[in-house]
């Protein structure tokens, strides 16, 4: 079966330092991968998605950015961090051919002070 | 372009008591709509979706939705609610773009 890790839990970051977050996605190939944030505990705000390496589509002009250095691995980045960066962060994949559904890892809490 | 309406921020049940939770879409085309569940400080979990075919769908913990075409609409609903499922619920829809759209969510509390 197919699962999604997202490392790490929790993070506190001060404001001006770097950001990474992994994603990573067992069990099936060539997924579409995204990253959303989530604010205040409410609505999901998508980020960035990949349709394959190197792909990477960016939904909203912001302070970060996305990689995809393997098929099944995503990463999102920040070479300084703001303090609008601060929240949820969800890894999500979907299967190519699928009606869309996505499936979310356990999230990444990024608090910047 | 698509979109997603909850139109309850928050949803207080008595537990014993059926639930209800509201979302209508808009789409073009024909839709794929969705339910996640979140639980505090957790990913979003695939509770149920509709494709095709039968309008009452059933899911994941007892809960079912069903799809209503002329109000476009697709209710969240279960029989007997319990305290465990109180949780954050989100609708999402999918019509001709490329990307699910998600509602703003709808914070259910069971009261026991």
């Known amino acids: 079966s197919q699962t999604i890790h997202q490392w790490p839990a929790t993070l506190v970051q001060p404001v001006g330092s770097p950001l990474s977050l992994e994603c990573t996605v067992e069990g099936t190939s060539n997924p579409n991968l995204y990253w959303y944030r989530q604010a205040a505990g409410r609505g999901l705000q998508l980020l960035f998605y990949?349709?394959?390496?190197?792909?990477i589509s960016s939904e909203v002009p912001q302070n970060l950015s996305a990689s995809r250095p393997q098929d099944r691995q995503f990463i999102l980045s920040s070479k300084k961090l703001l303090l609008s960066d601060s929240g949820f962060y969800l890894c999500?994949?979907?299967?190519?051919?699928?009606?869309?559904?996505?499936?979310f890892g356990e999230g990444s809490r990024l608090t910047v002070l | 372009a698509q979109s997603v309406a909850q139109p309850e921020d928050q949803v207080n049940v008595a537990e014993g008591n059926p639930l209800t939770v509201k979302c209508t879409y808009s789409v073009s085309g024909n839709p794929y709509l969705f339910w996640y569940v979140q639980y505090p400080n957790r990913g979003l979990q695939f509770l149920l979706k509709y494709i095709t075919g039968d309008n009452l769908v059933k899911g994941s913990y007892g809960f079912e939705a069903e799809f209503n075409k002329s109000q476009t609409s697709f209710h969240l609903k279960k029989p007997s609610a319990l305290v465990s499922d109180s949780a954050l619920y989100f609708c999402a829809v999918k019509g001709s773009a490329r990307q699910l759209t998600f509602g703003s969510g709808t914070q259910l509390t069971v009261l026991p």
């Open positions: 990949s349709v394959g390496i190197g792909q």
């Open positions: 999500a994949w979907s299967i190519l051919t699928s009606t869309g559904e996505l499936f």
